[in-house]
């Protein structure tokens, strides 16, 4: 079965850091799109950050030069590593896993809950 586990989330404190990880399994890692959604409270879905299986990163406005998503295709995880947090960042972050074939295929991770605050 495919499965995508995230894992590095909690409280931190407004100008603080976190560093997220999607672990993989069930899918042939190194082909698929993989990026993180993000939704607070209240707030509509988010797509936060992609990254494609050649590498190539993409970011919402939101989180231009605050965010970095990279992928280690040797162990099957994808990483968002947050800095300069904001409250507004408060949110549950989940994982998916994109494979735009003929039929497109999504998976989707359990999600993780992250909290800025003082």
């Known amino acids: 079965q495919v499965q995508l586990v995230e894992s590095g989330g909690g409280l931190v404190q407004p100008g603080g850091s976190l560093r997220l990880s999607c672990a993989a399994s069930?899918?042939?890692?190194?082909?698929?799109?993989m990026g993180w959604y993000r939704q607070a409270p209240g707030k509509q879905r988010e797509l936060v950050a992609t990254?494609?299986?050649?590498?190539?990163?993409n970011y919402a406005d939101s989180v231009k030069g605050r965010f970095t998503i990279s992928r280690g295709n040797a162990k099957n995880t994808m990483y968002l590593q947050m800095n300069s947090l904001k409250p507004e960042d408060t949110a549950v972050y989940y994982c998916?896993?994109?494979?735009?074939?003929?039929?497109?295929?999504?998976?989707w991770g359990q999600g993780t809950q992250v909290t800025v605050s003082s």
């Open positions: 990254i494609t299986n050649g590498g190539s990163p």
């Open positions: 069930g899918i042939t890692f190194s082909v698929y799109t």
């Open positions: 998916i896993a994109d494979y735009p074939h003929i039929t497109p295929i999504r998976y």
